[in-house]
């Protein structure tokens, strides 16, 4: 994340705004004395980016004045002054500077406090504390520096004491100088109890420590710096490296020469590996071109990738010993260079600030583009990157990458495949798994530093994150905010950027095989969870502690831990071992049954499962055998819905989004409405509908994501297996109609054989039916000609011994041919063998000879012996048209491909085969009237 920075911006009357950017309040001090003041309003902030500008209209009244937001002016130094009362209604609050900068304005609203105010608030004790006591407790319980802000901001949030005073900082101000040590306040007290640090900030002298490491040769050699360091409550290397860019430019140097001094006693000074790391700061960051080193070692340098030596941080001498063109003298020479260079360096190159530094490097002004969005615009705010999706603000970071540095951070963020691991890459790049490491921390630190969209991966989800009462799940981020967008299909890729480039600030949990967005980290959550189990039994023993109780103890931790949006995840997952008493207010017993344990997987899988899966996962978390059985009966009172064939999952697996669904059930309820009262509507009829209605319909919508979305709808009745009925027309599942009852029904009714179109048409009339229903004939039904069906006791034209004739002879004839005989081919078969007996339909004699176990009917109506298996030995048309093609070595004619069939098949075809062609990927070209394949 980019370093804070000062921006002074000066709105012109025409509405022009010159923005600058300053380390010290004198530069501004400086540039606002030399600008001709007249008709211009200046404005200061202390932030990442620059700030959003009122227009001129807005703050005129303030022109010749100096304006200052929020960040500035709890960061004035004591000399400065502003006014308590905004100066506008703007995103960005602003205040006017009343004195400073050569201001000396008096507002009735801002009249100092005195100091009997002071002390007639200092009677008001809240408990045993005085305003001073209340601040020690708070300093002394911190061990840190505060401003007098944020030592306000304890005492009211710890309850130690009830301000009465209308501006009661100030009032905490005059109170914390007069118990400070060195203070020159009237009326000080002798009993200092605070220190003061260069900066303004307070601590308790209680709190002073001793020093440690290298900062012990502070009290004989250099007192002064021993006293920077106290004010700071700086004790040892590690509060050192953490508030160094508190100190002045001139200590910090110097200290950074004394630690470099003192660590090199400890070490190999021959070795760059341990060298490099105890360098100042400033010989640290400086670019390889400013250190003076040879052309050999620069070069080398610049072949690895490394352009400051903060970059070699992490490489091992032996790996440094395996670059071309440097071995030990090499390594040797440049420790030597470093430290006899060392001190003049040191305060001699740029003292570049490190990531935690309030203000950012010297700077006159930022029209300079310092991004690839700089270049496109001046006017640079948060505004402006909002209008660009994340993804395309990456995409434009890796463009300005070297392209051994673009491929690292493609495979290691799954741009475009799978997060491959570091030796993976490595392996790919040429290069050690440390390199890549080297490599991908040293460009992200680069994007980091230099781009401003990182920063707002940390707002944006922040801003998601405040008063959040349900979880925020990744796949989810997009639709809560489009920024975010584009990731669908790669959410691995989305949550790669965030967890590398949100600094920590972001955390991504796996809860129950989704990923959920926080502010706690997956070990916090995962050690929340194993306490919370471990105190529950404990609980569940003492029999005293009721819902409320437990939903408090869930919600407190969560509130600690600043992630309360998790809420209703805790509660999931503990609720199925919670046992109740039998109002459900006292905790009795905690523990799993196999329902639970089936629940708990269904929560946990990251797609649905069929229930023999589910068994076996529910199996291994309960310790014991789930029956495949107990599994699926429990899975309709779980919620659990059908996705597929035997495969369930809950509802958060719908994968069409709230609002689709929403219009969904609006529409089918309008069009079931439309029709017969008492119609039965089946779902592939309605989803057939939706189809033809709305084409750009997803396509994850098939017949079981409609049944789990019409599910929701209370203007409509499931009857069961697939069918839906309107709610007004009071039908229960056993109302429903049987399909195969219906077409003998149906068959009864007409008394006379139908064909099968005429036959879904009445059935239509009363349910719906499957657009690709195959009719399944019952034992009464069979066909007795071309899709044309009757009942056996009513249309079969010969008896029962005639039948069996035919039969016997039909089986002897397949015998002998060895290969099956088609429905066209059989009248010429039994005008042949002339048994002086009735002849019987061709399709009724199949149909017939399909009862018989001797037989096997297969498709497109060819007869074969059942011990050949499902192979009638005969070709169908789409079989020829295959092996056509499969042997095609130039392209055909229709006629030419009809003959072909025909030779295979051996009868004739009735109608064209360019349907087939066109299943099995034939192409035809319309010039020569040729088909082809590819």
């Known amino acids: 994340m980019s370093a804070l920075k000062m921006f002074f911006c000066i709105v012109n009357d025409n509405g022009a705004v010159d923005v600058t950017v300053h380390r010290e309040l004198n530069s501004i001090y400086t540039l606002w004395s030399n600008e001709k003041m007249f008709n211009k309003v200046g404005i200061i902030h202390i932030g990442f980016m620059r700030p959003k500008v009122p227009s001129y209209e807005e703050i005129e009244h303030f022109k010749e004045s100096i304006l200052v937001s929020s960040s500035v002016k709890w960061a004035l130094p004591r000399e400065y002054r502003t006014s308590n009362k905004l100066a506008n209604n703007s995103k960005i609050p602003l205040y006017q500077l009343i004195s400073g900068f050569g201001y000396d304005i008096e507002i009735e609203e801002d009249l100092p406090v005195t100091e009997n105010a002071v002390r007639e608030t200092n009677s008001k004790v809240e408990g045993n504390h005085t305003i001073a006591s209340a601040a020690l407790e708070v300093l002394e319980s911190t061990s840190q520096s505060m401003s007098k802000e944020e030592i306000y901001g304890h005492i009211i949030d710890r309850n130690l004491f009830n301000f009465g005073a209308k501006k009661p900082i100030s009032v905490l101000n005059v109170e914390l100088n007069r118990h400070c040590k060195d203070s020159e306040y009237s009326h000080s007290v002798s009993n200092k109890i605070f220190g003061k640090t260069s900066n303004g900030l307070f601590y308790a002298l209680s709190a002073k420590k001793e020093f440690t490491g290298w900062l012990k040769v502070l009290h004989d050699e250099n007192p002064s710096l021993e ?72 070069n080398v340098f610049s072949i690895q990738d490394i352009f400051c030596l903060r970059d070699a941080l992490g490489i091992k001498l032996t790996d440094m010993l395996k670059w071309p063109n440097f071995g ?32 950012t490097e010297p700077s006159n002004t930022i029209n300079q583009p310092t991004s690839e969005y700089d270049e496109k615009s001046a006017d640079f705010t948060l505004e402006h990157i909002k209008l660009i999706p994340l993804k395309q603000h990456f995409e434009n970071s890796l463009e300005l990458l070297s392209e051994n540095a673009r491929l690292v951070l493609e495979y290691r963020t799954g741009y475009k495949e799978p997060i491959k691991t570091l030796e993976e890459v490595g392996q790919l790049v040429g290069v050690t798994r440390e390199r890549i490491r080297q490599i991908q921390k040293k460009n992200i630190n680069k994007i980091i530093d230099t781009e401003y969209w990182d920063d707002c991966i940390a707002l944006k989800i922040g801003n998601l994150l405040i008063d959040r009462d349900q979880p925020l799940y990744l796949e989810m981020l997009e639709v809560e905010d489009d920024w975010f967008s584009g990731f669908i299909g790669n959410y691995q890729h989305l949550a790669s950027i965030i967890e590398l480039f949100s600094e920590n600030q972001i955390q991504l949990l796996t809860i129950n095989g989704a990923v959920v967005i926080s502010r706690i980290s997956q070990d916090d959550w995962d050690n929340l969870i194993s306490g919370f189990r471990k105190s529950l039994r404990v609980k569940a023993g003492e ?224 349910r719906g039916v499957h657009e690709a229903l195959q009719l399944q004939p019952t034992d009464r039904m069979l066909q007795v000609g071309p899709d044309t069906w009757g009942l056996y006791e009513r249309d079969i034209n010969i008896d029962s011994e005639s039948i069996t004739q035919y039969l016997n002879v039909l089986h002897s004839y397949l015998k002998n041919e060895q290969k099956g005989i088609h429905v066209t081919e059989v009248n010429d078969f039994l005008e042949k063998v002339n048994l002086g007996l009735e002849l019987p339909e061709s399709y009724t004699l199949l149909s017939l000879a399909q009862q018989d176990e001797r037989f096997y009917l297969g498709r497109s109506m060819f007869l074969g012996l059942a011990e050949w298996g499902e192979d009638t030995r005969r070709y169908t048309n789409a079989q020829a048209v295959r092996k056509i093609l499969d042997e095609m070595t130039k392209p055909m004619s229709i006629m030419e491909i009809n003959a072909k069939v025909h030779s295979l098949t051996g009868i004739d075809t009735a109608t064209t085969v360019t349907g087939i062609l066109i299943n099995e990927g034939a192409k035809y070209c319309k010039e020569q009237r040729l088909w082809f394949k590819e």
């Open 543 to 766: 029999c005293r502690w009721t819902r409320d109780d437990i939903s408090l103890m869930f919600k407190a931790e969560l509130e600690n831990k600043g992630a309360i949006e998790l809420l209703s995840i805790l509660w999931d997952t503990f609720n199925d071992t919670l046992q109740f008493n039998s109002e459900g207010e006292v905790l009795t017993a905690y523990g799993k049954s196999s329902e639970s344990a089936v629940f708990t997987v269904l929560q946990q899988a990251e797609s649905p499962l069929h229930y023999s899966e589910l068994a076996e996962r529910a199996s291994t978390l309960l310790g014991k055998k789930v029956d495949v059985r107990t599994a699926h009966n429990s899975l309709a009172k779980l919620g659990a819905k059908l996705f597929g064939r035997g495969t369930y999952g809950l509802p958060k697996f719908n994968p069409i989004s709230d609002l689709i669904c929403k219009h969904i059930r609006t529409v089918v309820s309008k069009m079931m409405y439309e029709g017969p009262l008492a119609k039965q509507w089946h779902v592939t009829e309605l989803l057939s509908n939706l189809k033809d209605r709305f084409p750009a319909l997803p396509e994850d919508l098939d017949l079981y994501i409609l049944n789990i979305i019409l599910e929701d709808c209370d203007e409509l009745t499931y009857l069961n297996k697939n069918v839906w009925a309107r709610a007004d027309s009071k039908q229960k599942p056993t109302d429903r109609v049987d399909m195969a009852d219906a077409f003998t029904k149906i068959l009864e009714d007409a008394g006379k054989p139908l064909k099968g179109k005429e036959m879904k048409a009445r059935l239509e009339a009363i």
């Open 328 to 359: 030990k003298k090499s390594a040797k020479d440049l420790c030597e260079l470093l430290i006899a260079s060392a001190p003049k360096l040191t305060f001699h190159l740029p003292n570049s600030t490190s990531k935690g530094s309030i203000l």
């Open 227 to 298: 006293s920077e360091c106290l004010k700071l409550l700086i004790f040892d290397d590690k509060t050192y490296l953490e508030k160094r860019h508190e100190l002045t430019d001139q200590v910090s140097r110097e200290l950074d020469l004394i630690r470099f001094e003192q660590f090199k006693l400890s070490i190999d000074t021959e070795d760059p590996s341990q060298l490099i790391p105890i360098l100042p700061i400033p010989i640290l960051n400086a670019h390889i071109s400013q250190l003076g080193l040879t052309v050999r070692t620069s």
